[in-house]
């Protein structure tokens, strides 16, 4: 059968065909500009030879180590409703090592020591550790290695960089300490000229000790798309509208599939954005989990906060969180946070918090938390 | 056959406005300044744009997703260096996938190399405060240097556009003399002013104070990016009515409120200066940005 397509659908098509011919047309431009570029630079440094150059500049040794960082958190808290109510310690202890490869990718690894709850005892872990791509093509990059899931706004953080103690509590019912995997992900910044656009696909083992998702003994992966919408409102205010959808084997080695919704909104004073600064985030969870005796159960977290920056150092977060239970709709839980930061530098901040958190199903929970983050050394920046 | 018509228009109309899209270098620069002179040597070859404004403190630019694209289509990227744009524009140029105008590519140009660089730390120990390992990243603000970037651009142009090496150039040493016929003016207006004490925020102003020859006797951060402290307020208002000091310079990402302080305790004016171009409306290129500070601080210092 002879397909008819439309006219429209043949402009487009000649269209992309001109852009990949011109850009191919462009990039052998650039090879012989490049050895013209040779020769000219070869012809210029001997005809410079007679020309007054200023005395090299003093600069640090260069140096192929990559960038190392330690951050400490300390951290301690009382909580009612348990046998040992106060705690103290050092959290958790990260050690960062950041570089370019090469040419064509960079690797990012952080290690982390952290205390087990339980025991007490401090045990050795790769938090993440990964390899991106710097150079692929049609504006592609390629994540391999274990990394922080693109999931929303919260997953991808490292825990020290929010500007809160506790993980929201729907987050924490339907993701724990976060989906932190090992696998593959392309992101592809998508060529749009009115806002940024970047869709991100993963395919990875599969999460331990996730409330919602199992890694499967089978050939069930883990599998999340997330597209990250950013429009500049003004030069003062973003908003970024993010989706995600995830799919993978549950405790009852079934499928379980969560949609995620993201939306943030910043407002940050360009002459004055160090003093001042407003952020409201919000996400939602719509989960869909099969468990035994075809019994499917759909249930529903979110959180939203603001964050009011009043000062150069002095920070104020707000939150609320509704959460079911990924296997149970029918449980219910609301909690209240207020945190209060205060940022001596960029490299050292004390953030105290207080929470409470009702159930229909267990008594009221209160919790003040303290923290003190330091880092020393050469720590990436974090993302907007 | 309107529908036809009207389909033939938009991809000429595309296919035109490409074309002289094409033609022209594709430049972001990190600051202003970069973009003044990336203009000034490019002139009609280039297409310029600057992540960060004038009136913005170039060492905490938010890296905003939407920088992304412009670094994306970018032929050329220039950078201030020395560890200045740190914390925003590393994340923002791996995350560009464009791999022209990475570190080590033609496209990437360092506008401080060879540049004499003030302030190179022997000791590097963040409890002085928020220091540069290669020293004071400031080096714009001397006019002098402004000739080195200008070279550095330059070369960094020629690289990408070889055919147009003799325009570059000449664009260069058209530049270079204006910088020193105006530094002739500059310095005949600060002459008087010679060896003027003055109090700064921020530890910025080294090659502007060396260059016209004032004297800063003092910061109002105790160390770099720590804010001022009550401690350190009474240390300046002495410093200021020991030295008889007229003037406390400042930059437009700054509050004045303790500035205020020392203002209303000595009599002494706070001047906001322009630490890049396009901080004020007036300030449309790099020469107006010395035209505006040598006549601000001139007005401050009588």
């Known amino acids: ?384 | 056959m309107k529908r036809k018509l009207g389909i033939a228009v938009i991809i000429l109309f595309s296919a035109v406005t490409s074309a002289l899209s094409a033609n022209k270098i594709n430049v972001v620069t990190t600051t202003s300044d970069l973009r003044s002179i990336t203009e000034l040597i490019g002139k009609d070859k280039v297409d310029v744009t600057s992540i960060a404004t004038g009136y913005q403190n170039p060492h905490f630019v938010d890296p905003k997703p939407s920088y992304i694209i412009k670094l994306s289509r970018a032929d050329m990227f220039v950078t201030v260096g020395l560890d200045l744009e740190t914390g925003w524009s590393p994340q923002l140029l791996s995350s560009s996938r464009n791999t022209k105008i990475q570190k080590g590519s033609n496209g990437y140009v360092d506008a401080s190399v060879g540049v004499t660089l003030l302030q190179v730390p022997s000791v590097i120990n963040r409890g002085e405060g928020d220091i540069h390992i290669f020293g004071n990243p400031h080096y714009w603000l001397d006019p002098v240097n402004g000739k080195q970037i200008a070279r550095n651009i330059c070369d960094g142009l020629e690289k990408i556009s070889p055919e147009n090496k003799s325009f570059f150039e000449e664009n260069l040493i058209a530049f270079d003399s204006k910088i020193d016929l105006k530094l002739k003016d500059w310095t005949q207006k600060m002459a008087q002013y010679k060896g003027a004490k003055i109090i700064a925020y921020h530890n910025e102003w080294v090659y502007f104070e060396q260059r016209f020859g004032l004297t800063i006797v003092d910061f109002m951060e105790p160390k770099p990016g720590i804010p001022p402290t009550p401690t350190q307020l009474v240390k300046i208002i002495s410093e200021v009515k020991s030295n008889a000091i007229k003037v406390i310079i400042s930059s437009p990402y700054f509050t004045t409120s303790s500035s205020d302080v020392v203002s209303q305790q000595t009599g002494a004016k706070t001047i906001i200066l322009a630490t890049s171009v396009g901080a004020f409306d007036s300030i449309k290129d790099y020469f107006d940005l010395f035209d505006y500070n040598i006549d601000k601080l001139i007005q401050g210092l009588k």
């Open chain 1, 1 to 384: 059968m002879k397909s008819r397509i439309p006219c429209y659908i043949k402009v487009i098509l000649i269209g992309i065909t001109l852009s990949i011919s011109e850009s191919a047309f462009s990039q052998n431009d650039t090879i012989s500009k490049s050895d013209s570029v040779l020769l000219k630079q070869i012809e210029k440094q001997m005809n410079s030879q007679d020309q007054s150059q200023k005395a090299a500049p003093t600069r640090v040794a260069p140096s192929t180590l990559p960038d190392i960082s330690v951050i400490g958190d300390f951290q301690t808290s009382y909580k009612n409703n348990t046998k040992h109510n106060f705690d103290a310690g050092i959290n958790e202890a990260e050690l960062s090592l950041q570089s370019v490869v090469d040419p064509y990718a960079r690797a990012d690894f952080f290690f982390t020591v952290g205390k087990d709850p339980a025991t007490g005892k401090f045990t050795f872990d790769l938090e993440e550790g990964y390899l991106t791509t710097l150079s692929l093509p049609a504006h592609l990059q390629l994540k391999v290695g274990k990394f922080r899931s693109a999931l929303g706004r919260i997953n991808p953080v490292h825990p020290h960089a929010l500007p809160f103690i506790s993980l929201p509590t729907a987050y924490e019912n339907y993701f724990g300490e976060g989906i932190n995997d090992e696998g593959a992900s392309l992101s592809w910044l998508i060529p749009n000229s009115l806002f940024y656009q970047e869709l991100v696909l993963q395919v990875t083992d599969g999460p331990i000790d996730n409330p919602s998702f199992s890694r499967s003994v089978g050939n069930t992966y883990f599998e999340l798309a997330h597209l990250k919408n950013f429009f500049d409102l003004s030069s003062n205010a973003t908003l970024e509208v993010g989706l995600s959808g995830m799919t993978g084997e549950n405790t009852f080695n079934l499928r379980s599939n969560i949609g995620a919704f993201d939306l943030t909104y910043k407002w940050k004073p360009v002459q004055f954005n160090t003093y001042k600064s407003f952020t409201w985030q919000s996400e939602a969870y719509f989960s869909n989990a099969n468990t035994p005796n075809d019994k499917v159960v759909n249930s529903f977290g979110m959180y939203s906060f603001i964050n009011f920056q009043f000062t150069k150092r002095l920070f104020f977060t707000g939150m609320y969180s509704y959460s079911n239970k990924p296997f149970s709709a029918s449980i219910y839980e609301n909690s209240y946070s207020a945190t209060i930061g205060w940022y001596a530098t960029e490299f050292q901040k004390i953030e105290i918090e207080g929470k409470t958190t009702s159930s229909n199903v267990e008594d009221e929970q209160n919790q003040v938390l303290l923290r003190w983050i330091f880092v020393i050394g050469t720590h990436g920046a974090h993302q907007y």
